[in-house]
């Protein structure tokens, strides 16, 4: 595979996941395939949410990937990779500001979000049949209306400039082929886990640093994210260090 | 280790003694159990006359077709099939639809939507029967079964664990 050698773009969609997968109902098509629009009227976020973007102004594509031999205990590594593929390329294009991967798969910067990545996996027999990558991107939005979870950005606010979202498509396409191989090695599951998680910790939000984190219980503490396990959970340590593991509803960030 | 050497792996055994064989190297691992294993798991669960017993497959999986060769060997080569329970009732000759991974059961695609499958529902192979969410990643688990879904075993938007049972199904529905 490489991402991006098929790619097809329409001009408005609901979602470009909901479009692949409506493709991939009727027809076979090849791992690598990208469906892109710059108008997506009902993007997914997550589950029971939407993802938000203005007519022209912002990128959404998807991705047709078949992981081959990825069973499902690995599949993190797969969000891992197109974290750092996508925060890769957007940093390549936003020269002097600071891309992070928001755990587990947002792309940030400060604390506003630029990006945000939905994959949808089909599963069956312990296998990952296929994968739809689904990404967002705020490139030209100078304004949003709609309220969120999280304080959006865009690439015209950082840079105070207009992009070509056609080239941002490219670049980051180019950036994520880096980053994903064409499959996941047979028999290295581990391997690739740990180089990938290397790269994603280098580029995470608040690794290594003190922090204050809300549990679900609703207790606030001090903490420092130090690692992320194979199946996703976040390792942070308080200030007695005590080593905890979270899921992802277990605890989120108290914002500043 | 390729295809033929599987094939030829999973025949030896079955003309062996063994009931059961792992081989592990390195992230490789395969393990085969013989029609013996569960011939001798059904001894025992007759003895025990138990309900929730692990799902034991009945057959030899010599007659299975190998799973594509460029796959983890993650040996599931036996079919989901319970043993007949000889004291009749309602879960007899039903099988189960198993989570593979740990995460949040989602019953719809989103709260808006209808559920994939309800009760009655017939279920193909390749079917989605539901979505288990984890860490942001939503996983649509299709049916290895077919059959009529007789039973949904967890609650929608509970957290599920790994071969956790999601729902019963009636191969002969």
């Keep these: ?256 | 280790m390729t295809h033929k050497e599987i094939q030829d792996l999973i025949k030896l055994i079955d003309k062996s003694k063994l009931a059961e064989f792992k081989l592990k190297n390195g992230d490789f691992e395969v393990s085969i159990r013989s029609q013996k294993y569960f011939e001798a798991k059904q001894r025992e669960q007759v003895t025990v006359v138990q309900q929730s017993a692990p799902a034991a497959p009945a057959q030899a999986p010599v007659s299975q077709p190998a799973a594509p060769a460029e796959q983890n060997y993650q040996p599931d080569i036996q079919p989901q099939e319970k043993p007949k329970a000889d004291d009749g009732g309602d879960s007899k000759g039903l099988l189960e639809i198993k989570s593979p991974m740990v995460g949040t059961f989602y019953r719809s695609a989103s709260p808006d939507k209808p559920p994939y499958v309800q009760v009655g529902d017939k279920v193909e192979e390749s079917s989605v029967v539901c979505i288990v969410e984890a860490m942001k990643l939503f996983n649509e688990i299709e049916s290895e079964v077919k059959g009529k879904i007789v039973k949904v075993l967890v609650d929608d938007a509970s957290p599920v664990e790994y071969d956790q049972p999601l729902f019963l199904v009636d191969p002969k529905g």
């Design chain 1, 1 to 256: 595979m490489k991402s991006g050698d098929h790619c097809i773009y329409v001009s408005s969609v609901d979602s470009t996941n909901q479009y692949v997968k409506r493709i991939i109902s009727n027809y076979k098509i090849k791992s690598g395939t990208v469906v892109y629009t710059f108008d997506q009227y009902e993007g997914l976020g997550q589950y029971g949410t939407q993802w938000y973007s203005q007519n022209g102004k912002s990128l959404a594509f998807s991705m047709y990937y078949e992981p081959l031999s990825l069973s499902p205990e690995h599949v993190f590594t797969l969000n891992m990779l197109v974290s750092n593929g996508l925060a890769a390329g957007l940093q390549s294009l936003l020269p002097g500001h600071n891309v992070k991967i928001k755990w587990p798969n947002d792309i940030v910067v400060e604390d506003d979000k630029l990006a945000g990545v939905l994959i949808q996996n089909a599963l069956k027999k312990q296998v990952v049949l296929h994968s739809v990558i689904g990404i967002g991107v705020n490139v030209n939005q100078t304004h949003f209306e709609a309220s969120y979870s999280r304080k959006p950005t865009s690439m015209a606010l950082l840079t105070s400039l207009e992009n070509d979202p056609g080239k941002v498509l490219h670049t980051l396409l180019q950036s994520l082929n880096h980053h994903l191989p064409a499959s996941m090695p047979l028999q290295k599951p581990k391997v690739l886990f740990e180089k990938t998680r290397e790269v994603y910790l280098d580029r995470l939000y608040g690794y290594d640093k003190w922090q204050t984190f809300q549990r679900s219980d609703s207790t606030i503490f001090q903490g420092k994210v130090i690692n992320v396990e194979p199946d996703g959970r976040i390792c942070i340590t308080d200030q007695e260090g005590n080593l905890q593991k979270y899921d992802l509803k277990e605890i989120s960030w108290v914002t500043r």
